[in-house]
């Protein structure tokens, strides 16, 4: 991409992690397009999706199947207040953390905002479900890279699923797996003295144990209208744009179920290859934190409430 880069912007979109109570609800209060966003979204799904983002309680909105379509409305009511408003006009590229993915995609035209909504729920109720059959977790460890979280996860896994499932900025990689096989990597991890956090998720994601969830989603876009999208989205799976086919962006939606996300590359590869200014869409300001992590001289204009442009640090892991 050339200068003319920064007449154009790119948009992050966070990915399940960034829920909690209160998300999108100053946006629908001061736009009536980010409004009529939440309401769309509860007329579709026949719930109302809107009190749990606004009201919580937090324990519902943190459910997989709950947490990934709060978001994905959440990011497109911000987006469209955003666009109202003059705020953001053409765009250079988009990209999503994990489930940020699908927002990126609706963002670049690939699929409408039911569709994506639709997609997007079976997708969380599918994860949610694969995650139930079987006793397993994810573990983040801190001050490592790709070819020692290999070597641990092989020391760890013994005839269990053990593998890297997020590489989220440099020295941050989370591992995904059977139960046990969790339990023996924190212990590996301590021999090979690297930081081992166990996270609170129910199961684990990026990692074999989804097959299940991927054969699902691959049913179910089949049965949606797309079209090839209008800007470059990056893809989890490959760290670069998606190629021009509708074909392999939803092969690689599946994939990246059952794949690392690359995100600590694939914002490399953005640095890289635009000026573009870069806005993280709401909620929640964990793309930003990992930012600082991958690059510190690039800023994020992040958009967690309406005017709300303060870069504040956060590398908690998104992982789904």
């Known amino acids: 991409m050339s200068d003319s880069d920064n007449n154009h912007k790119t948009v992050l979109c966070p990915g399940q992690g960034a829920q909690t109570v209160g998300m999108g609800k100053a946006w629908a ?175 684990a994601f990026h990692s074999p144990i989804m097959e299940s969830a991927a054969g699902r989603l691959t049913d179910a876009m089949q049965k949606i209208a797309w079209k090839l999208p209008n800007i470059p989205v990056i893809s989890n799976v490959t760290a670069q744009p998606h190629e021009p086919s509708i074909e392999s962006i939803k092969n690689r939606l599946v994939e990246q179920l059952t794949s690392p996300v690359r995100w600590s590359q694939s914002m490399s590869w953005l640095i890289n290859s635009t000026k573009s200014p870069i806005n993280e869409l709401a909620p929640g300001k964990v793309l930003s934190g990992l930012m600082r992590r991958i690059d510190r001289k690039t800023k994020i204009l992040n958009h967690l409430e309406p005017d709300d442009t303060v870069h504040v640090p956060n590398t908690a892991a998104m992982v789904k």
Do not use: W
């Not at 719930?47 to 379509?69: K, Y």
């Not at 978001?71 to 990209?95: E, H, K, M, N, W």
């Not at 999503?96 to 909504?117: K, N, P, R, V, Y």
């Not at 890279?145 to 440099?170: G, Y």
């Open 29 to 203: 209060q001061a736009h009536p397009v980010a409004a009529q966003t939440f309401t769309q979204a509860d007329d579709i799904l026949q719930m109302n999706l809107s009190a749990l983002c606004f009201e919580g309680p937090q324990e519902q909105l943190n459910q997989t199947d709950v947490a990934q379509v709060a978001i994905y409305v959440t990011s497109i009511a911000c987006y469209r207040a955003l666009v109202d408003t003059g705020q953001l006009g053409l765009l250079a590229y988009s990209a999503g953390l994990s489930l940020g993915e699908f927002t990126a995609l609706h963002i670049a035209g690939a699929f409408d905002f039911e569709d994506g909504l639709r997609l997007v729920r079976l997708r969380g109720q599918a994860m949610q479900e694969a995650a139930q059959k079987v006793a397993s977790g994810m573990v983040a460890l801190i001050g490592t890279d790709e070819q020692t979280a290999d070597q641990l996860c092989q020391e760890a896994r013994q005839d269990e699923v053990l593998v890297p499932a997020n590489f989220n900025c440099p020295g941050q990689v989370v591992i995904s797996g059977h139960q046990a096989a969790c339990n023996r990597a924190l212990e590996v991890a301590k021999t090979m003295q690297l930081r081992a956090t166990r996270l609170t998720v129910v199961g």
